[in-house]
Every structure is written in structure tokens, then in C-alpha cells.
């Protein structure tokens, strides 16, 4: 009796934790694209000038989520020092800065259903990594159902109810670097977070201890970026003659860190494949609200 009254509790537990996860992951990027669309598509000042430089936003991001695990981990007397080898979290780091290279290459080259297709096939590279890196062993069942969910989620967002043909395959022509791209998206995707998960198995880690490494690494990245291009007194001149904007950014940074975490405590609690398919719902629920939007629009 007691120990069925543990596993039950046990149950329990892990089910507030996913729904700890999956609020919390939800609701932090849905603020994080709101924010994000407003600093890039709204014009600041009475001369209506756009914010353009977009790696500034991801050098606050890091900056402000370094900083915020640095000072977690000094409040609650855990040193600074790597568990990992650093190579390790700086891994995780470009392979980051990849994905979102690839993903935003991509949309030059291929239309929206590939672009779909791709985002809700996110646990299939998941398994494959995690095979390779982690040993782990997946039956033909877990591929299959990976296969169906990836299925699922693309024919209810490409095919939605009460439409002969879907607005969204009126786009550009694939090519094959688009696909190529694609493909490099979902890989490097796949392999961050399976990296990630393999590190916080293999070295016992805190959240906080790897959150600080990896975005203290992309922070140094996107600094050099910006360095190199030009544009990091751009964009300082920029948010100092627009206070509105600096406060945006504050907050755009703030909701990034908070994420940020969300993403690091799913991860490490439930493994990279059910991140994996977290994102992939959230991609059905995005692109059929940008749908209804685009449908109304059309009216």
C-alpha cells in the first residue's frame, strides 16, 4: 500500500513538473515573438525609424541570461567553475548560432510548406542523435509514433478545415540549398538539444552552471559579430536616442532568460526528445493562429 501510494505520488510530481515545463515554455515565446516582432517591424521616434540590427537583440539576450545563472549560482553557493570541458558548452553554443543561421538563410530559398514540414519534424533528428551521442535504443514503435506526430501536426497546419487549398503553398520554389538548409536546421537543432541533454546526464550538471557557460559563449560570439560588422555603436547610438526601445529590448531580454530556463529545466528533466515534442505542438498552435490571421486578411 505505501509503495503504491509513493508511485502515485511520484506520478504526480512529474506531472506538475510537465506542466510546469509546458506553460512555462509556451507562454515565455509567445511574449518573446510579440516582443520581438515590435522592436524589428515597429518604428521608434517621431522619424519613424526601424531597429535593424538584430544581433544586437541576441547579444542583450545573452548577456542579460549569463549574468541572471551567475548570479543564481553565486546566491545559492554553487562556484562558477565548468563541470564540462568548456569546448563543450562553446559546442552547444555555435550549433545553436547554426540552427538559427540555417532557419533564417532558408527562408530566402524555400516556400512555407517546407518550412512547416521541417519545424514539425523535430523528434525524428531528436532519436537519431540520441542514438548516435547518447546510445540510446528506440523501438520501430517510438519512430513510428515520432513519424505520426511529425505527420499529424503537418497536414492540420498545411490542409485546415474548410480549405480546398491552403493559402500557404502559394510561395517561392524550392530549391535544393533550401532544402539543404533545412536539413541543416534540423540537424544542428536536433544536435543542440540532445548535447544538452547528454551533458546534464553525463556530468550531474545544474541548469544554471550550463546556461551560463553556453550563453556566456554566444555572448562572446554575437559581441565579435557585431564588432566585425560595424554595428555595435550603430545600435548603442540607436536605443540611447530611443529610450522605448532600450526598455523593449530589457524587457525582450528578460523574457529570453526565463526561457531560456524553461528550455534547460525540460531538457534535463524530461530528456531532449520530449522538448522536441513540445516545440512541435507549439509549432501546430503557431502556424494555425498566423492561418486564421492570413485567412481573415484575405476577406
Same mark, same amino acid.
Given at each position: 500500500?505505501?509503495? +503504491?501510494?509513493?508511485?502515485?505520488?511520484?506520478?504526480?510530481?512529474?506531472? $506538475?513538473?510537465?506542466?510546469?515545463?509546458?506553460?512555462? =515554455?509556451?507562454?515565455?515565446?509567445? =511574449?518573446?515573438?510579440?516582443?520581438?516582432?515590435?522592436?524589428? /517591424?515597429?518604428?521608434?521616434?517621431?522619424?519613424?525609424?526601424?531597429?535593424? &540590427?538584430?544581433?544586437?537583440?541576441?547579444? #542583450?539576450? /545573452?548577456?542579460?541570461?549569463?549574468?541572471?545563472?551567475?548570479?543564481?549560482?553565486? @546566491?545559492?553557493?554553487?562556484?562558477?567553475?565548468?563541470?564540462?570541458?568548456?569546448?563543450?558548452? #562553446?559546442?552547444?553554443?555555435?550549433?545553436?548560432?547554426?540552427? +538559427?543561421?540555417?532557419?533564417?538563410?532558408?527562408?530566402?530559398?524555400?516556400?512555407?510548406?517546407?518550412?512547416?514540414?521541417?519545424?514539425?519534424?523535430?523528434?525524428?533528428?531528436?532519436?537519431?542523435? !540520441? +542514438?548516435?551521442?547518447?546510445?540510446?535504443?528506440?523501438?520501430?514503435?517510438?519512430?513510428?509514433?515520432?513519424?505520426?506526430?511529425?505527420? !499529424?501536426?503537418?497536414?492540420?497546419?498545411?490542409?485546415?478545415?474548410?480549405?480546398?487549398?491552403?493559402?500557404?503553398?502559394?510561395? *517561392?520554389?524550392?530549391?535544393? $540549398?533550401?532544402?539543404?538548409?533545412?536539413? !541543416?536546421?534540423?540537424?544542428?537543432?536536433?544536435?543542440?538539444?540532445?548535447?544538452?541533454?547528454?551533458?546534464?546526464?553525463? &556530468?550531474?550538471?545544474?541548469?544554471?552552471?550550463? =546556461?551560463?557557460?553556453?550563453?556566456?559563449?554566444?555572448?562572446?560570439?554575437?559581441?565579435?559579430?557585431?564588432?566585425?560588422?560595424?554595428?555595435?555603436?550603430?545600435?548603442?547610438?540607436?536605443?540611447? /536616442?530611443? *529610450?522605448?526601445?532600450?526598455?523593449?529590448?530589457?524587457?525582450?531580454? +528578460?523574457?529570453?532568460?526565463?526561457?531560456?530556463?524553461?528550455?534547460? &529545466?525540460?531538457? *534535463?528533466?524530461?530528456?531532449?526528445?520530449?522538448?522536441?515534442? =513540445?516545440?512541435?505542438? /507549439?509549432? @501546430?498552435?503557431?502556424?494555425?493562429?498566423?492561418?486564421?490571421?492570413?485567412? *481573415?486578411?484575405?476577406?
Amino acid at each position: 500500500m505505501a509503495e +503504491t501510494e509513493t508511485a502515485n505520488g511520484v506520478k504526480e510530481n512529474k506531472l $506538475w513538473k510537465g506542466v510546469f515545463a509546458v506553460s512555462g =515554455i509556451m507562454s515565455t515565446l509567445v =511574449i518573446y515573438g510579440v516582443l520581438q516582432e515590435k522592436i524589428m /517591424r515597429v518604428p521608434y521616434g517621431l522619424n519613424k525609424e526601424f531597429f535593424k &540590427y538584430s544581433l544586437f537583440l541576441v547579444f #542583450c539576450n /545573452r548577456l542579460t541570461t549569463s549574468a541572471v545563472s551567475a548570479g543564481a549560482l553565486l @546566491a545559492s553557493k554553487k562556484v562558477l567553475d565548468p563541470v564540462a570541458p568548456v569546448y563543450k558548452y #562553446c559546442l552547444i553554443s555555435v550549433t545553436n548560432i547554426l540552427t +538559427t543561421t540555417c532557419q533564417y538563410e532558408a527562408l530566402k530559398y524555400v516556400s512555407f510548406p517546407v518550412q512547416t514540414l521541417a519545424k514539425c519534424a523535430k523528434m525524428i533528428p531528436v532519436m537519431v542523435w !540520441g +542514438t548516435l551521442i547518447m546510445q540510446k535504443k528506440y523501438k520501430g514503435f517510438d519512430y513510428l509514433v515520432a513519424f505520426l506526430v511529425t505527420l !499529424g501536426c503537418s497536414v492540420f497546419i498545411l490542409f485546415p478545415a474548410g480549405d480546398d487549398v491552403s493559402p500557404y503553398n502559394k510561395g *517561392r520554389e524550392n530549391t535544393v $540549398w533550401g532544402v539543404s538548409l533545412m536539413a !541543416g536546421y534540423l540537424g544542428f537543432d536536433g544536435f543542440t538539444s540532445t548535447f544538452q541533454d547528454k551533458l546534464f546526464k553525463g &556530468y550531474n550538471m545544474e541548469i544554471h552552471n550550463q =546556461i551560463f557557460y553556453t550563453t556566456l559563449c554566444s555572448c562572446v560570439l554575437s559581441f565579435i559579430g557585431l564588432t566585425l560588422q560595424g554595428q555595435l555603436l550603430l545600435a548603442v547610438d540607436f536605443v540611447s /536616442r530611443h *529610450r522605448d526601445c532600450l526598455v523593449d529590448i530589457a524587457l525582450l531580454s +528578460t523574457v529570453a532568460t526565463a526561457s531560456q530556463f524553461f528550455i534547460s &529545466y525540460t531538457i *534535463r528533466t524530461f530528456g531532449a526528445l520530449t522538448f522536441a515534442a =513540445i516545440m512541435t505542438t /507549439r509549432q @501546430a498552435k503557431k502556424q494555425t493562429r498566423s492561418q486564421s490571421l492570413l485567412n *481573415r486578411l484575405n476577406n
